[in-house]
C-alpha cells in the first residue's frame, strides 16, 4: 500500500472515529447527551479545569482587573461521573417545552436551571460554561473564604458556582429543550446528587428560588 493510500485511510478512520464519538449518547438507557459534549464540555470542563485549579490553588476568584486573587486550597475534591440516571430525571422533568419557571428538585438532589432566548445554538453545554464562568465576574467574598473551610454567603451572582464546587456532590446529568414559538428558546436543567437549591440563570442575568437554598454559612469545601 502506498503511502498516500495510507494517509488517506487514516484521515478517513479518523473522522469516522470522530463522528460516531461525537454523535453517540453517552447513556445507553434513553439518555440524550452525546458523549462528546459529556466528557469534554461538561466532565472534563469542571474535573480538570475549576476542580483540579482548586486542589492546586490556582483557581482565580474573580475579575483580574485589580490583580489576580485566587481561592483558597481544596483539601479534596473528588471528580464528577456523569449519572444516567439523574439524565433521565432532569429530562422527564425538563420535558420537551421551553419552561419558564425551573421544576422542583427531587427530594435530596439540586437543580440547575438556565434559560436564554432569541439565541442559535445553545444547549446544556452553554449552561455549564456559564455557571463556572460566574467566578471570572463575581468573586467570593471575604467571608466566604475566611476559616477553615470557603462556605457559601448567599451571593446569588456565584451560587451555580458555588454548587458545582462542593465537596459533598460526586454526580451530575443534564437535559436540555429547544423550542422555536415566538422565537428561538433554549432551557437546560441539571441534576445533582445532594440537595441544595434550584438556580436559574435568565438573560445574563440571575434570579433564586429558595425552595432549597443552599444557607449562608454552608460549607462548600475543606481548606487544604
Same mark, same amino acid.
Given at each position: 500500500?502506498?503511502?498516500?493510500?495510507?494517509?488517506?485511510? =487514516?484521515?478517513?478512520?479518523? #473522522?469516522?472515529?470522530?463522528? @460516531?464519538? !461525537? +454523535?453517540?449518547?453517552?447513556?445507553?438507557?434513553?439518555?440524550? /447527551?452525546?458523549?462528546?459534549?459529556?466528557?469534554?464540555?461538561?466532565?472534563?470542563?469542571?474535573?480538570?479545569?475549576?476542580?483540579?485549579?482548586?486542589?492546586?490553588?490556582?483557581?482565580?476568584?474573580?475579575?483580574?482587573?485589580?490583580?489576580?486573587?485566587?481561592?483558597?486550597?481544596?483539601?479534596?475534591?473528588?471528580?464528577?461521573?456523569?449519572?444516567?440516571?439523574?439524565?433521565?430525571?432532569?429530562?422527564?422533568?425538563?420535558?420537551?417545552?421551553?419552561?419558564?419557571?425551573?421544576?422542583?428538585?427531587? =427530594?435530596?438532589?439540586?437543580? #440547575?436551571?438556565?434559560?436564554? @432566548?432569541? !439565541? +442559535?445554538?445553545?444547549?446544556?453545554?452553554?449552561?455549564?460554561? /456559564?455557571?463556572?464562568?460566574e467566578i471570572d465576574n463575581a468573586p467570593l467574598s471575604d467571608a466566604a473564604t475566611a476559616g477553615a473551610a470557603v462556605t457559601y454567603q448567599g451571593d446569588a451572582k456565584t451560587a451555580n458556582f458555588a454548587n458545582l464546587i462542593r465537596e459533598d456532590i460526586t454526580e451530575i446529568a443534564?437535559?436540555?429543550?429547544?423550542?422555536?414559538?415566538?422565537?428561538?428558546?433554549?432551557?437546560?436543567?441539571?441534576?445533582?446528587?445532594?440537595?441544595?437549591?434550584?438556580?436559574?440563570?435568565?438573560?445574563?442575568?440571575?434570579?433564586?428560588?429558595?425552595?432549597?437554598?443552599?444557607?449562608?454559612?454552608?460549607?462548600?469545601?475543606?481548606?487544604?
Amino acid at each position: 500500500m502506498n503511502t498516500i493510500l495510507q494517509v488517506i485511510l =487514516v484521515a478517513i478512520l479518523h #473522522l469516522t472515529l470522530c463522528q @460516531d464519538y !461525537e +454523535e453517540v449518547p453517552y447513556c445507553k438507557n434513553g439518555g440524550k /447527551a452525546l458523549m462528546e459534549d459529556v466528557i469534554s464540555h461538561t466532565i472534563d470542563s469542571i474535573n480538570k479545569n475549576v476542580r483540579y485549579r482548586l486542589q492546586k490553588g490556582t483557581q482565580l476568584n474573580g475579575p483580574t482587573t485589580s490583580g489576580p486573587k485566587f481561592l483558597p486550597k481544596a483539601k479534596k475534591l473528588d471528580d464528577l461521573k456523569w449519572s444516567c440516571d439523574l439524565e433521565l430525571e432532569a429530562m422527564k422533568l425538563l420535558g420537551d417545552n421551553c419552561l419558564e419557571t425551573p421544576p422542583a428538585a427531587p =427530594v435530596g438532589k439540586t437543580g #440547575l436551571f438556565f434559560k436564554f @432566548d432569541n !439565541e +442559535e445554538d445553545l444547549s446544556y453545554v452553554t449552561a455549564i460554561s /456559564a455557571w463556572l464562568e460566574e467566578i471570572d465576574n463575581a468573586p467570593l467574598s471575604d467571608a466566604a473564604t475566611a476559616g477553615a473551610a470557603v462556605t457559601y454567603q448567599g451571593d446569588a451572582k456565584t451560587a451555580n458556582f458555588a454548587n458545582l464546587i462542593r465537596e459533598d456532590i460526586t454526580e451530575i446529568a443534564c437535559a436540555q429543550a429547544h423550542c422555536k414559538q415566538g422565537g428561538e428558546k433554549y432551557r437546560a436543567y441539571c441534576l445533582l446528587n445532594k440537595p441544595s437549591t434550584v438556580y436559574s440563570w435568565i438573560e445574563l442575568g440571575i434570579t433564586t428560588d429558595a425552595s432549597r437554598p443552599l444557607n449562608k454559612g454552608d460549607v462548600l469545601y475543606q481548606k487544604a
